[in-house]
């Protein structure tokens, strides 16, 4: 099928997802949260054993679409927290993914693309691209990636990124545990495709079972973190700290936070 926000190929056992808005760096959108799905349930149905994914231009995934952000802020509760759920399911989704993933990080990854990039089995980065977690810069809630995150890198580590929003360069994303691999910008696609010929000379059968494996073993008190973080992520969005950052943002200034305490 065609598709409007991707790039999808295929080379016998393995396929590539582009992510294809590079004049909007890849940002997240609707849309692009339901191809992606598309993509990743039809390659379910193929012969396809691994699956590579990348972004179109400079970056890999800039976070949240600007229009998904403002239409965030006039949203009800509960389609608030009916879109935490379809963030929460789509993430899921990617770590629980049946083939394995690769991110070709090829730029930024910033917030959800940040998650995109690092819920993947692989992670192969550039060294110019950056990682960061920023949603509590613009008064959002990092609640659905914390569920992941702290699994991955530990909750001392996870704090740290989460509370501060800092960006971190490529080198410091592998020390943490975020990134597997750092690669030239001219050898990414050739080294995603050597990773994914070596997962396809191991059994097929035995590296399906090893991912349902790993999975099973967390995915009662994942999915137990993750339902509480829907509603946490819900009710931010709701607040007026959320929609400060959101007009700060868009009017290039600092925010004046009306949960920060008074001055006396």
């Known amino acids: 099928m065609p598709y409007e926000t991707l790039l999808l190929e295929t080379d016998g056992p393995l396929?590539?997802?582009?992510?294809?808005?590079?004049?909007?760096?890849?940002?997240?959108?609707?849309?692009?949260?339901?191809?992606?799905?598309?993509?990743?349930?039809?390659?379910?149905?193929?012969?396809?054993?691994?699956?590579?994914?990348?972004?179109?231009?400079?970056a890999f995934c800039a976070g949240m679409d600007l229009e998904m952000l403002q239409s965030i802020a006039s949203q009800s509760p509960a389609e608030n927290q009916e879109d935490?759920?379809?963030?929460?399911?789509?993430?899921?989704?990617?770590?629980?993914?049946?083939?394995?993933?690769?991110?070709?990080?090829?730029?930024?990854?910033?917030?959800?693309?940040c998650g995109i990039a690092t819920l993947c089995d692989f992670t192969l980065a550039v060294p110019e691209a950056k990682f960061g977690y920023t949603e509590v810069k613009i008064g959002l809630l990092p609640a659905i990636v914390s569920v992941f995150l702290t699994r991955q890198i530990g909750e001392k580590r996870a704090r740290d990124l989460l509370l501060t929003g800092r960006l971190v360069e490529a080198a410091e994303a592998k020390e943490l545990g975020l990134v597997n691999e750092i690669v030239a910008p001219e050898l990414l696609m050739d080294r995603a495709r050597e990773l994914a010929t070596s997962i396809l000379a191991a059994s097929p059968a035995s590296v399906t079972r090893a991912k349902h494996l790993l999975i099973s073993a967390e995915v009662a008190s994942l999915d137990h973190d993750l339902e509480r973080a829907i509603l946490e992520n819900a009710r931010m969005?709701?607040?007026?700290?959320?929609?400060?950052?959101?007009?700060?943002?868009?009017?290039?200034?600092?925010?004046?936070?009306?949960?920060a305490p008074e001055k006396h």
């Open 237 to 259: 969005r709701c607040t007026p700290d959320f929609h400060e950052g959101l007009a700060s943002f868009l009017e290039k200034r600092k925010p004046v936070w009306p949960s």
């Open 84 to 113: 935490s759920r379809r963030m929460a399911k789509f993430f899921r989704r990617l770590w629980s993914y049946s083939k394995p993933l690769i991110a070709a990080v090829n730029g930024h990854a910033l917030a959800g693309g």
């Open 15 to 58: 396929a590539t997802i582009t992510l294809n808005r590079p004049e909007k760096r890849n940002a997240v959108s609707t849309p692009m949260i339901a191809e992606i799905q598309t993509a990743l349930d039809d390659l379910e149905k193929t012969h396809v054993r691994v699956v590579i994914l990348t972004g179109a231009g400079t």
